[in-house]
């Protein structure tokens, strides 16, 4: 590789820095290429796959360009010359999966590196006010009118420059802007000169291109190594022997891609990398060059942020190496692998946390990518309160006095109400806002609703509510999973109103008609087989752990000395 920099017409010195071939440079042969190669060719290299460049995101660069003046702040490119670098950085690599996250344009006024000319520019990449940090590749931008040249600081590395013109056969051409952009970049994202290593009389098929080349198993052996070789009218190899050979040792006439960016050649002529240095890029430089890489997006399927309990979704994150999953809060989800390689994972919330979650993706080099996820619980609790009386917990049935009840149900959602089969007569039913609040008189017999939560986690609940006469047995959730709760509704005499005959209140009760000893509960299944003896506190909600049953339909008696109940509930996981 060239090192001279001080001679404006040799012949765009883009890359004056070189590396030996590394042993473990990843030798790709895409499935959607003709192989050419035999996995005994690849020298011992295991051929990896990473993300198909036509599904999925594909990497994401944080680049920044440091602009430089003069000291008084004069001379130097233009924002619209970086403006127009960044066109170029995007047209080069979107195809290949690869996007950038710009950071702001760094001015930087230092005569030294627009009058200075040769080796000393490399100083720039060591200056204390470079401003190169490790979380971007770094793009220096000098208009020195004696550089006319560009150079990565390694391949790959995260910083490289580049500035002035370079004259082939009367013709000037800019380096800034210009695809020498893309040439520098791709040499901080891993790439050599398609022509690296070649000798003449090598085969003009890359057999073995762990050995020769660019070690990228799609771009063809590229003999040009000097401006001698291009046509610039046509960008096509102008063979001549010496510099410019003809054929290879058996023959074959030598046709490289001097389209490639890569290449030492025009930049007018540069317009397309490779599928496999595109991958190549992915793969080295994700592995190399810390903290260069932000993780792309994490996909979701379905895309929306709210999950339901007992629902999944589906995660994806391209990326060409493993992934670790975990959530916060912790056993809010389970995933279907704690890790994968290159794929998908499925995430279903577990029941046991609802609201706003986090979602952390781990890559083995520490990197990380979130995403935010809201669970939606299937199932929505309530208040209630009877004539104007304390509120109590909405149960799935409710025991009250004749006369009026308010229902609450939990904001942030909308609901819609509905009656099941027959409306007792006079029923008056007055639901405000979206369904959060309704009112309505019952003064005999019984109502059951339908009430239905809006959003994404549809469900909908059968809610009774009874005139009772002494004591109204209320188990819920039902169905229930791993914990049915069991609480029996008092009717207090002093709560009836005036003037409502149907309401029959036992004349042995006074005022306060609470139970006053504990209550027996059995739960038998459907076969009336006892699986559950206990007992409960008449005067508040007892938790029965029912984890251990199997699904199916189960009835609850409750009994004491002047009351007896049953309830139908369900378990269902």
Known sequence: ????????????????????????????????????????????LAERSVCDVFKCTGA??????HVLHL??????????????????????????????????????????????TDIALQSVFTDPLNQRTSDAIHVYLMKNPQLGAGKADG????????????????????????????????HCMGLQHTFNGFTPGTPKTESSPCTMGDFVADTPVDPVTTKACIIPSSCTYQPSGGECPLTDGSGNAYTPNLHNYMSYTVTTCMNNFTAGQGDKMRDDAMAVIPGVFKLPEISSSPS???????????????????????????????????TYQNGSINITPTGNVTGAITITATTSGGQTKQISKNVLSTTFGGTYSNNGGISKPLNTVNAISAGSVYVTLPAGNTYTWATQGLTPPGLGLWVSGTGVNASFSLYSGSVTFLITSGGSCSVTRTVTFYIGSGWGLAAWPNPAS????VQVD???????????????????????????????VE???????????????????????????????????????????????????
């Open 1 to 44: 590789m060239s090192k001279h920099f001080s001679i404006p017409i040799l012949f765009l010195f883009l890359t004056l820095f070189s590396l030996n071939a590394q042993s473990d440079y990843f030798c790709l042969n895409r499935s959607d290429n003709p192989p050419t190669i035999t996995p005994a060719d690849l020298g011992g």
């Open 60 to 65: 994401v660069v944080n680049l920044k360009f």
């Open 71 to 116: 000291d008084n702040g004069t001379g130097g490119y233009t924002d619209s010359d970086v403006a127009a670098c960044k066109n170029l950085l995007n047209a080069a690599y979107n195809p290949q999966g690869i996007s950038f996250n710009y950071q702001p344009t760094h001015h930087w006024n230092k005569s030294f590196y627009l009058t200075q």
């Open 155 to 186: 391949i790959p590395s995260n910083a490289c420059f580049m500035g002035g013109a370079a004259t082939y056969n009367g013709v000037t051409y800019q380096l800034v802007p210009s695809h020498v952009v893309s040439h520098e970049v791709g």
């Open 304 to 338: 929306s942020t709210n999950i339901c309990i007992g629902n999944s979704q589906t995660l994806t994150l391209c990326f060409p190496g493993t992934i670790t999953w975990s959530v916060s809060p912790a056993g809010a989800v389970t995933f279907s692998s704690p």
């Open 482 to 485: 791993d914990v049915l709760n």
């Open 490 to 520: 008092q009717i207090i005499q002093g709560d009836v109103p005036t003037g409502v005959p149907d309401l029959t209140v036992p004349a042995d009760r006074s005022t306060d008609v609470s139970p006053k000893t504990d209550l027996q």
């Open 523 to 573: 739960i038998r299944n459907s076969m009336g087989v006892l699986v559950y003896s206990g007992t409960i506190n008449p005067n508040e909600p007892s938790g029965i752990n029912v984890s251990e049953l199997r699904n199916g339909v189960y009835w609850v008696t409750v009994r004491g000395a002047d009351f007896s109940g049953t309830s139908k509930v369900v378990i269902s996981r």
